[in-house]
Structure formats: C-alpha cells, structure tokens
C-alpha cells in the first residue's frame, strides 16, 4: 500500500505562486506513476499534471507554461511548482499515485489540500 500526505496549499493573489508537496510512503518502489488532480467546486476531479517513472510529464492545457510538477526521489515527495496563478486554478488539490504490483493496478489518494486563488 501506499500513503500519501499533502502540503503547501493555502489563499493567494492572482499571478501570485504556490507549491504543494506530495509525500509518499509505503510501497513507493511499485509506483508508476504520481500525479495532481484538482477539483473545483460542482465540477469533476480533473488532471492538472502527471509524472511517470521514466520522466514523461503531461500537463492540462489550462496550466502548461504555468505549472511544473517534479519528483525528488531521495524525499520520496513530488511537488507542484504553480505559477502566475489564476481565479480559475481555484480548487481541492489531490495527490495521486498508482501503483502496479502482482495482484493488479491500485489508485491512491491523498487528502486534498484547498488552493484559493483572489481575482
């Protein structure tokens, strides 16, 4: 299994900065992939920004140029740089990992970190 404990959000201005920071523990060697979802509110949980294991990133449209997530093996944690922030990126942040062992493919979660982004 793995866990996963979020960090880093808070309120902030538009075109202001914000990093969240994802740490994980457990079975980190099975993790393929980690990445940040958001949700806003009365909308769909969205892809924000994912990492695989060998370095490929894939970003939404709405935060490419904006947004860089990176992984630091040795901390076991993965971050999201968020930059030149805006009302839109206003949301619950997850973190979320799956991972891939010999019973199957698992999805894990963290608990969500509150960006809010003023106009």
């Known amino acids: 299994q793995v866990q996963l404990v979020e960090s880093g959000g808070g309120l902030v201005q538009a075109g202001g900065s914000l990093r969240l920071s994802c740490a994980a523990s457990g079975s980190i060697f099975s993790i393929t992939t980690m990445g940040w979802y958001r949700q806003a509110p009365g909308k769909q949980r969205e892809l924000v920004a994912g990492l695989t294991s060998n370095g490929s990133t894939n970003y939404a449209d709405s935060v490419k140029g904006r947004f860089a997530i990176v992984r630091d093996n040795a901390k076991n944690t993965v971050c999201l740089q968020m930059n030149s922030l805006k009302p839109a990126d206003t949301g619950v942040y997850y973190c979320?990992?799956?991972?891939?062992?010999?019973?199957?493919?698992?999805?894990?979660w963290g608990q969500g970190t509150q960006v809010t982004v003023s106009s």
């Open positions: 979320n990992a799956v991972e891939e062992s010999a019973t199957g493919e698992f999805d894990y």
